[in-house]
Nanobody, 124 residues
Framework: QVQLVESGGGLVQAGGSLRLSCAASGRTFSTYAMGWFRQAPGKEREFVATISRIGPVTLYADSVKGRFTISRDNAKNTVYLQMNSLKPEDTAVYYC?????????????????WGQGTQVTVSS
């Protein structure tokens, strides 16, 4: 079992940056693949980025490629999402997730644990 707590969300103007953090409990963080998803009002949860436990290998949604960077610090049990050049369409609740499979995954069903989410609002 792992518990995930996101932080770093907030209100930012278009073109600005935010860095989200997701702190995980437990001593097995390094064995999980980690992912970031987001959900805007009235929309389904969508994949943003994922990072594998080994390598690491990263994957991004086309909508954020080149603007967002996912990284992990296994010593701190934390995964990050650096978001640059933010757009109003990036506004959503952002969720951190952990997958016991260890490999990158883009489907929410591939993840076993979820955080409570952090709100990101980008004003135009």
């Amino acid at each position: 079992q792992v518990q995930l707590v996101e932080s770093g969300g907030g209100l930012v103007q278009a073109g600005g940056s935010l860095r989200l953090s997701c702190a995980a409990s437990g001593r097995t963080f390094s064995t999980y693949a980690m992912g970031w998803f987001r959900q805007a009002p009235g929309k389904e949860r969508e994949f943003v980025a994922t990072i594998s436990r080994i390598g690491p290998v990263t994957l991004y949604a086309d909508s954020v490629k080149g603007r967002f960077t996912i990284s992990r610090d296994n010593a701190k049990n934390t995964v990050y999402l650096q978001m640059n050049s933010l757009k109003p369409e990036d506004t959503a609740v952002y969720y951190c997730a952990a997958s016991e499979r260890g490999a990158t995954a883009i489907l929410p069903s591939s993840y076993d644990y979820w955080g409570q989410g952090t709100q990101v609002t980008v004003s135009s």
